[in-house]
């Protein structure tokens, strides 16, 4: 088949380089945004004069139709034409004639490759803003609903200070509520139009860019035209962005896993969310929460593999950047999966409140409240934290907990003890006094609840204004 850019070879492609150079495998899935910004393009050579109107009309109507055959699935895609832009623009000429060539008039595929993947990533942008601010609002819920629950709180892994499991789960809603915000950055820079850049340098017809823009509902357009080609800034961005929010999701599902199991027995998660085992008939396995897990290094690497390909690129367009979409399209769905399972897994954990509880009386997490206990009463937190510190060695050695100690051995540490420490040291008791901003006192968890749900509310906001910009 001879190329549309097939004017200046003489020989023809070898078909290994065909498959190895060929994207179209991949990148068919940009077939809307193509035909929308070709449609935008055809406008505006229409406006400036550079084709007549009904020129406009019977390119915007072949298109039309193509896109039509896509979505009946009844058009066959050609490797030896490389790419989802060659494969249109090609039927189009079969289909309407010579003025299908005009369309290409005043831009290239650098240009026109870059604007597909723009509108396609601000696309999906929205649809996952949508579904991380779904999971935000699962965990809030989640939060209210077991607003009075204690559980202990962790460092190192080893029990240390109890909080309400609310508190909790509102560290992981505020790490997404971070996560939102960058993809609203991501956002920003995704909604740049570069059509009109042409190869590299512009072009010499008399084109409106703003026009264009204003008709695929950019917000801006790129200032220069070597930028425009060769950025991929918004998709390492996008990448980041993703890889953070896998981390967190990665880091909560180590904790759901580590909860449901015997040792813990914190949550039990729904059976819908589940596995068995092909061997071992008791077996009930988190296996989501560890898909999500082990998916988070897959995105890690894409973003790795862009940053690569990336760096040693001089400007301004190379072919190493058709390297930027299947990782791209991957990171987009392994991103959407795991949001749209989590809401669900979340909705459906089911709290062992009493063994949380448990957990908290069968340890020495109050003992820095014993500590503040002797502060208060004057001694210096340094000496405070000896006393205690001796005490709990007491305990180990004698097999008691805290909470088990006589009002004389509480004093045989301290004179400072008296018959108040058993009421201040109890897990209720703990958790009620944290009360500074952030903390995890019931009156803290309420105020952090009442601020979520006003960053939500704003963040549904500015998805629903996105939403109106996608083409």
Same mark, same amino acid.
Not at 182 to 204: F, H, K, N, S
């Given at each position: 088949?001879?190329?549309?850019?097939?004017?200046?070879?003489?020989?023809?492609?070898?078909?290994?380089?065909?498959?190895?150079? !060929?994207?179209?495998?991949?990148?068919?899935?940009?077939?809307?945004?193509?035909?929308?910004?070709?449609?935008?393009?055809a406008?505006?050579?229409?406006?400036?004069?550079?084709?007549?109107?009904?020129?406009?009309? /019977?390119?915007?109507?072949?298109?039309? !139709?193509?896109?039509?055959? *896509?979505?009946?699935?009844?058009?066959?895609?050609?490797?030896?034409l490389?790419?989802?832009?060659?494969? *249109?623009e090609? #039927?189009?000429?079969?289909?309407i004639?010579?003025?299908?060539?005009?369309?290409?008039?005043?831009?290239?595929?650098?240009?026109?490759?870059?604007?597909?993947?723009? +509108?396609?990533l601000?696309?999906?942008?929205?649809?996952?803003?949508q579904?991380?601010?779904?999971?935000?609002?699962?965990?809030?819920?989640?939060?209210?609903?077991?607003?009075?629950?204690?559980m202990? &709180?962790?460092?190192?892994?080893?029990r240390?200070?109890?909080?309400?499991?609310a508190?909790?789960?509102?560290?992981?809603?505020?790490?997404?509520?971070?996560?939102?915000?960058?993809?609203?950055?991501?956002?920003?820079?995704?909604?740049?139009?570069?059509?009109?850049?042409?190869?590299?340098?512009?072009?010499?017809?008399?084109?409106?860019? /703003?026009?264009?823009?204003?008709?695929?509902?950019?917000?801006?357009?790129?200032?220069n035209?070597?930028d425009?080609?060769?950025?991929?800034?918004y998709?390492?961005?996008? +990448?980041?962005?993703?890889?953070?929010?896998?981390?967190?999701?990665?880091?909560?599902?180590?904790?759901?896993?580590?909860?449901?199991?015997?040792?813990?027995?914190?949550?039990?998660?729904?059976?819908?969310?589940?596995?068995?085992?092909?061997?071992?008939?008791?077996?009930?396995?988190?296996?989501?929460?560890?898909?999500?897990?082990?998916?988070?290094? #897959?995105?890690?690497?894409?973003?790795?593999?862009?940053?690569?390909?990336?760096?040693?690129?001089? +400007?301004?367009?190379?072919?190493?950047?058709?390297?930027?979409?299947?990782?791209?399209?991957?990171?987009?769905?392994?991103?959407?999966? !795991?949001?749209?399972?989590?809401?669900?897994?979340?909705?459906?954990?089911?709290?062992?409140?009493? #063994?949380?509880?448990?957990?908290?009386?069968?340890?020495?997490?109050?003992?820095?409240?014993?500590?503040?206990?002797?502060?208060?009463? &004057? =001694?210096?937190?340094?000496?405070?934290?000896?006393?205690?510190?001796?005490?709990?060695?007491?305990?180990?050695?004698?097999?008691?907990?805290?909470?088990? +100690?006589?009002?004389?051995?509480?004093?045989?540490?301290?004179?400072?003890?008296?018959?108040?420490?058993?009421?201040?040291?109890?897990?209720?008791?703990?958790?009620?006094?944290?009360?500074?901003?952030?903390?995890?006192?019931?009156?803290?968890?309420?105020q952090?609840?009442?601020?979520?749900? &006003?960053? =939500?509310?704003?963040?549904?906001?500015?998805i629903?204004?996105?939403?109106?910009?996608?083409?």
């Amino acid at each position: 088949m001879s190329k549309l850019w097939g004017g200046r070879f003489a020989k023809n492609t070898d078909l290994a380089v065909e498959e190895f150079t !060929s994207s179209i495998s991949f990148d068919n899935r940009l077939y809307k945004q193509d035909i929308a910004g070709s449609i935008a393009h055809a406008k505006m050579l229409a406006k400036c004069k550079v084709i007549a109107d009904e020129e406009a009309q /019977q390119i915007i109507a072949g298109l039309l !139709s193509i896109q039509a055959d *896509i979505e009946a699935g009844t058009f066959s895609f050609d490797i030896a034409l490389e790419d989802i832009h060659m494969n *249109i623009e090609k #039927r189009l000429t079969e289909r309407i004639g010579p003025v299908g060539g005009k369309l290409h008039t005043a831009r290239s595929r650098n240009d026109q490759v870059a604007l597909d993947t723009h +509108l396609y990533l601000k696309q999906e942008i929205v649809t996952i803003g949508q579904m991380l601010h779904d999971l935000e609002e699962a965990m809030l819920a989640k939060a209210e609903k077991h607003s009075d629950v204690i559980m202990p &709180g962790y460092t190192h892994l080893q029990r240390a200070q109890p909080i309400l499991f609310a508190h909790h789960m509102l560290a992981y809603l505020f790490m997404l509520v971070r996560d939102f915000g960058r993809l609203q950055g991501v956002w920003e820079r995704t909604d740049m139009m570069p059509l009109g850049a042409g190869a590299l340098a512009g072009t010499t017809f008399p084109i409106d860019r /703003q026009f264009v823009a204003q008709e695929l509902k950019f917000g801006a357009v790129y200032d220069n035209s070597i930028d425009a080609v060769s950025d991929r800034d918004y998709i390492l961005e996008f +990448l980041s962005f993703a890889s953070i929010l896998m981390m967190h999701l990665s880091r909560l599902s180590e904790e759901i896993i580590l909860w449901s199991s015997a040792e813990f027995s914190f949550v039990e998660l729904d059976d819908a969310h589940c596995t068995g085992s092909s061997i071992m008939p008791q077996k009930k396995n988190p296996d989501v929460a560890e898909l999500v897990r082990g998916k988070t290094g #897959r995105i890690y690497g894409h973003l790795m593999a862009l940053l690569t390909v990336a760096k040693g690129l001089p +400007l301004a367009y190379n072919k190493d950047l058709q390297e930027d979409k299947e990782g791209l399209f991957d990171t987009i769905d392994t991103v959407k999966f !795991s949001l749209s399972v989590y809401a669900s897994l979340l909705e459906g954990m089911k709290l062992n409140a009493p #063994r949380m509880l448990d957990a908290v009386r069968q340890d020495f997490s109050n003992a820095t409240d014993m500590a503040d206990y002797l502060v208060k009463k &004057g =001694l210096p937190f340094r000496q405070a934290h000896e006393v205690v510190g001796k005490s709990v060695l007491y305990c180990l050695e004698q097999s008691k907990k805290l909470t088990e +100690l006589s009002l004389a051995e509480f004093q045989s540490f301290s004179a400072l003890f008296d018959t108040d420490i058993l009421e201040a040291i109890k897990p209720e008791v703990c958790v009620n006094a944290r009360n500074s901003y952030g903390g995890t006192s019931p009156q803290q968890v309420r105020q952090a609840i009442e601020r979520g749900r &006003g960053i =939500l509310a704003a963040q549904q906001s500015t998805i629903d204004t996105c939403r109106q910009t996608k083409i």
